[in-house]
């Protein structure tokens, strides 16, 4: 847990607290968001039952291009792009059709992919945006809360934003005063809702 | 003639010298996989002659191991099918009970999570009842056991096995009356168990289990069955060949007390009933033959010598 800044689960089981420590551990590595969130505390009480998660989130530069993840080789007017990690490569070959059109681009293997006929600087094609991961991150924060938290507790509200998050469940109408268990969760970490 | 169940694991290589020998001494083999090269055989076989066995097995490198569980159906019953409960702990649990020779069942419940609205409706209930007896896998907290257990519990008359994240004290203390067995600290967790300390847990569960079936045996033995569940096992392949083209892993799947035939229940009900045994006693005579609710199949339900005054 080297990764997040501050993490604590709180709940009047000890034991449960416990597991669910390690369940949180578990799911955001995973689901690779430990680099993501910054500081993270969890609040259980399954006699109300409520389960909320307060939290704060690190600023990331995740832009994706070419070059990250191919070497771009010209040679006698085709390209040849040799690929280290294949995550990219679906959008990335969508992106080349739809620049290139679909005659210009063949990928002979699952690491190779060639561009035929294509006037572009290597430079440039490198440089070419594939993803903005950071685009699903919200998804995939509420997804891996849903999983953290107790299965039963299917009624959500769920606040994030770019730098700060809040999770509240439980399987009863939510009490009008959880604002105010978010707020102390939050002040626990040192921050403001 | 005591039968005992045992797993022979071997090369494929002249394996049927060993199935030859097993059904030559009155023994009969539940189970039959081929894994690669390999052959592993679930079986119940006199006690008696397990040393002739392992004789003969020795120059083909087989081994004969004691496995209690085979000839047992077990459910593992899991609160739901989400990403919460599988495929860690309800399948790790259910693929380790199957290694050591039960056929196990996952039933997941429809609205088994929470703790208010935990609930078990009648064809779960029945489904359960039909297996030698269930493992309840819960959650981490004590609090919701406590106040979900009576509902998921209502009606059920099979042993019950009580995992959960509290401990097992715990556990025994929110629980009246008692389960047939516990295991504590291993509720809900989402990373695979290969530590050794996680193998460990499932082999208290198992150990668990082997306790409870030990107890049941103890219990059929008192009242014996009219007719072994193996041994119409064995008939029912033989006098009905459209079991032999069922692809079900198992077709016949042996209980402690019955076994269930995996052939729709309106069309083969009637011949699998007049199916004779020995000296003109028919399966309807010493069994039940009722329709499952698991599918169509079929639950042969033996009846005990107290009810029948046979025993064949």
Redesign the interface.
């Known amino acids: 847990m080297a990764a997040l800044e501050y993490f604590e689960v709180e709940c009047p089981?000890p034991?449960?607290a416990e597991?669910?420590r390690?369940?949180a551990n578990?799911?955001l590595l995973?689901h690779n968001l430990l680099k993501v969130v910054e500081k993270l505390h969890i609040y259980?009480d399954?006699?109300v039952?409520v389960f909320i998660a307060v939290g704060t989130l690190r600023k990331i530069k995740t832009i994706v291009r070419v070059g990250d993840f191919a070497n771009v080789n010209p040679l006698e007017g085709k390209i040849t792009l040799v690929i280290s990690d294949e995550t990219y490569l679906a959008p990335m070959l969508k992106l080349f059709w739809e620049k290139f059109g679909k005659e210009h681009v063949e990928q002979p293997d699952r690491f190779t992919v060639m561009l035929y006929d294509v006037k572009m600087d290597p430079r440039e094609i490198e440089a070419l945006v594939v993803a903005d991961p950071s685009e699903s991150l919200f998804r995939d924060l509420i997804y891996a809360f849903r999983?953290i938290a107790?299965?039963?507790?299917?009624l959500r509200r769920e606040t994030f934003a770019k730098e700060k998050f809040s999770f509240v469940a439980s399987?009863?109408t939510l009490a009008e005063d959880v604002d105010a268990l978010v707020a102390e969760k939050f002040a626990l970490i040192g921050e403001k809702p | 003639m005591t039968l005992v169940p045992v797993t022979y694991k071997g090369g494929i290589y002249q394996h049927d010298i060993i199935m030859d020998l097993i059904e030559d001494l009155g023994g009969y083999i539940v189970q039959k996989h081929i894994i690669a090269a390999e052959v592993v055989l679930q079986c119940f076989v006199p006690k008696a002659d397990i040393g002739l066995i392992r004789t003969i097995a020795k120059p083909l490198f087989g081994e004969v191991t004691d496995s209690p569980l085979v000839g047992t159906e077990i459910a593992i019953v899991s609160m739901s099918l989400e990403i919460h409960h599988l495929p860690h702990p309800s399948c790790d649990i259910a693929e380790y009970v199957r290694r050591i020779g039960a056929k196990s069942n996952m039933v997941s419940l429809a609205r088994g999570p929470g703790k208010r609205i935990a609930g078990l409706n009648d064809e779960e209930r029945d489904v359960i009842n039909e297996h030698d007896l269930a493992v309840y896998l819960m959650g981490n907290f004590e609090t919701c056991i406590e106040y979900k257990m009576p509902t998921l519990r209502r009606g059920i008359e099979v042993p019950i096995i009580l995992c959960g994240g509290p401990s097992e004290e715990a556990l025994r203390r929110i629980t009246d009356p008692p389960f047939d067995g516990y295991v504590g600290n291993v509720g809900r967790f989402m990373r695979r168990t290969k530590e050794s300390d996680q193998l460990d847990k499932l082999d208290e569960i198992v150990a668990e289990i082997t306790r409870v079936v030990e107890k049941k045996r103890d219990d059929i033995a008192k009242d014996p069955l009219s007719v072994s569940p193996a041994r119409l096992m064995d008939l029912i392949r033989e006098k009905v060949p459209a079991i032999l083209d069922v692809t079900s892993p198992t077709p016949l799947t042996v209980q402690m007390r019955g076994l269930r035939v995996k052939l729709p229940f309106d069309t083969f009900a009637a011949p699998l009933r007049a199916i004779e045994i020995e000296d003109g006693i028919k399966v309807g005579d010493v069994a039940e033959v009722a329709p499952s609710r698991m599918r169509d199949y079929i639950l042969v339900k033996i009846l005990p010598f107290s009810e029948t005054n046979t025993v064949i």
């Open positions: 089981e034991l449960g597991y669910y390690q369940i578990d799911v995973d259980i399954p006699k039952p999983c107790p299965e039963g507790f299917r399987e009863n």
